[in-house]
């Protein structure tokens, strides 16, 4: 019959070889070990000295930051002529007919000229006030021709024989 025990003089796979008489205790290193690392157990040598360090640098100015992307900044500044341009082509609708419509075209084509070279902000407000401006002076011109056509046709029904 056949025995499956491993003998106790074979190797087993995976373990170490047994030691040779005699090598114990291990020898004493003869080099120290690395910094961190205790000495070896038994050896008479002290622990490593750490290393030497550099004098601190000066500290220098923090960092400094971009502005966020988005919200809580300080907001453009809009154009003043662009204000005036769209205040006075409303009155010039509803108040001032022919002045304030005249003002506010010619306040809108400054201020657009204005935009266009420095950062500001409002071309929607002077665009508006000189649109209005213009459908105002419209409006003005076509009363003042209906005025006169309607006091012409008073005048020559006053003059007709036919009264």
């Known amino acids: 019959m056949s025995d499956n025990t ?3 003089a074979a190797p087993q796979p ?3 070889p047994p030691p040779a008489p005699g090598a114990y205790p291990p020898p004493a290193q003869s080099a120290p070990p690395a910094y961190g ?3 070896a157990y038994g050896s008479t ?3 490593p000295t750490p290393p030497q360090y550099a004098a601190p640098q ?3 100015a923090p960092p400094q930051y971009a502005a966020a ?3 809580y900044g300080a907001p453009a500044k809009t154009n003043t002529l662009a204000i005036v341009s769209l205040v006075a082509s409303i009155a010039g609708l509803l108040i001032v007919p022919f002045i304030g419509s005249i003002v506010g075209v010619i306040t809108g084509h400054m201020s657009l000229g204005q935009l266009k070279t420095n950062g500001e902000e409002g071309r929607g407000l ?3 006030g000189t649109i209005i401006g213009w459908v105002g002076l419209g409006l003005a011109i076509i009363g003042l021709i209906a005025l006169i056509g309607f006091i012409a ?3 020559s029904v006053a003059e007709s024989p036919y009264s």
Do not use: H, R
Request: aromatic content about 20%.
């Open 6 to 8: 491993p003998d106790a």
């Open 14 to 16: 995976g373990a170490y």
């Open 37 to 39: 690392a205790p000495p």
């Open 45 to 47: 040598q002290p622990y």
């Open 58 to 60: 000066a500290y220098s």
């Open 69 to 71: 992307p988005y919200g």
């Open 126 to 128: 002077a665009l508006a």
């Open 153 to 155: 046709f008073v005048a």
